[in-house]
């Protein structure tokens, strides 16, 4: 999925400890289910105390436990607090699509239903990234700033192949690409109409999760709700052969903007291929994709853009300490701006 005025970009060159996982149990219980709409209610898990609130929103079809390695260590700095999306990990599925749109009235009906003290530090990556920056436009006086790890961008994917075109991809590859990444949608659904045991292609598991919770989440990835809203965001961000997509339809709808907010975007130092494109062309479309991290952290006037070396799409499994430092470093400056 992803140089301007104002805007610096830093590389992270030091030397990435190990972070201390929070506890498993922790993440295979529902911390606070918090209804957000009648009966709806959202999964939200806090550790810690102080302000502002850190709100960790995980990438598509991610839970709460995309931030294992994260979580713990910013609960030592302030109030760390993580929730599921609609239909994913404990939270309720939602009616209609799962769309940016939805995903930024939650985050807001969220806030107030818990009684969590605005403004918050949110922390979104990949698709969530997406979800932090029209929240910005929707509902500003909620965010005190953000960390976007790998975040993707409502026209990304007409970014990302018409780099791979400029540098001499025939338009086949992007057609051959999009068409393999819109076919997910229908299986995804399909899977959702499949008896358990399902086949190995219905759900994906991160391989490096002890073996109990891979067990977990290869249970609760299984649930046709789950399923069900896994496709919806995935059909509401891609574009189609004809037009863009609704994410993107909804991000075009407003003038997104973080004025002077702390704004951290992390973006992977470990360049990744793509199918159907050579190694030069994947090259091209890898600085499309941090030159879309630059432009979203253009939307502050204090943002800044990380590059963090030996990192993969997921910053926060990879270098965990780099997310952590960011965080924290978001955290003294929110702190700080309080103070003046």
């Not at 806030?111 to 910005?136: K, M, N």
């Not at 899977?191 to 109990?212: F, G, I, Q, R, Y």
């Not at 004025?259 to 159907?276: A, C, F, H, S, Y």
């Not at 799409?313 to 400056?333: C, F, K, S, W």
Request: hydrophobic share 45%; net charge positive; with cysteine.
């Amino acid at each position: 999925m992803k140089v301007w005025l104002a805007l610096a970009v830093f590389v992270a060159a030091t030397g990435v400890a190990a972070a201390a996982p929070v506890a498993d149990d922790f993440y295979r219980h529902p911390g606070r289910l918090v209804a957000v709409d009648g009966a709806r209610r959202l999964n939200l898990a806090c550790m810690g105390q102080g302000s502002p609130t850190v709100l960790f929103d995980a990438g598509g079809g991610d839970s709460t436990l995309s931030w294992r390695l994260v979580q713990g260590d910013v609960a030592k700095v302030t109030r760390a607090c993580a929730y599921d999306r609609a239909g994913i990990g404990f939270s309720d599925p939602r009616r209609g699509p799962s769309d940016a749109n939805a995903a930024a009235a939650d985050i807001h009906a969220l806030l107030v239903a818990a009684r969590i003290e605005t403004p918050v530090l949110y922390v979104g990556h990949s698709l969530a990234g997406l979800f932090g920056v029209l929240l910005s436009a929707t509902h500003p006086r909620d965010l005190a700033g953000a960390v976007l790890v790998e975040p993707a961008f409502a026209d990304q994917w007409n970014v990302i192949s018409k780099a791979g075109t400029a540098a001499g991809a025939p338009q086949s590859a992007s057609d051959k690409l999009l068409v393999l990444m819109r076919a997910q949608i229908p299986r995804i659904r399909q899977c959702a109409k499949l008896p358990p045991p399902l086949p190995e292609d219905c759900v994906a598991v991160d391989s490096d999760l002890p073996p109990a919770l891979a067990a977990f989440v290869k249970a609760q990835n299984s649930r046709p709700s789950y399923l069900l809203t896994n496709a919806s965001e995935t059909e509401s961000f891609q574009n189609t052969s004809t037009g863009i997509s609704l994410d993107e339809k909804e991000l075009k709808a407003v003038t997104p903007g973080f004025g002077d907010k702390p704004l951290i975007v992390l973006t992977r130092g470990t360049e990744v291929g793509n199918p159907g494109f050579t190694a030069q062309q994947s090259v091209a479309m890898n600085k499309a994709w941090t030159a879309g991290g630059a432009k979203i952290a253009a939307l502050s006037t204090r943002g800044v853009q990380t590059v963090v070396p030996n990192s993969t799409h997921y910053i926060q499994h990879d270098q965990p300490q780099a997310v952590i430092a960011a965080v924290t470093r978001a955290v003294l400056a929110i702190r700080g701006a309080g103070r003046k």
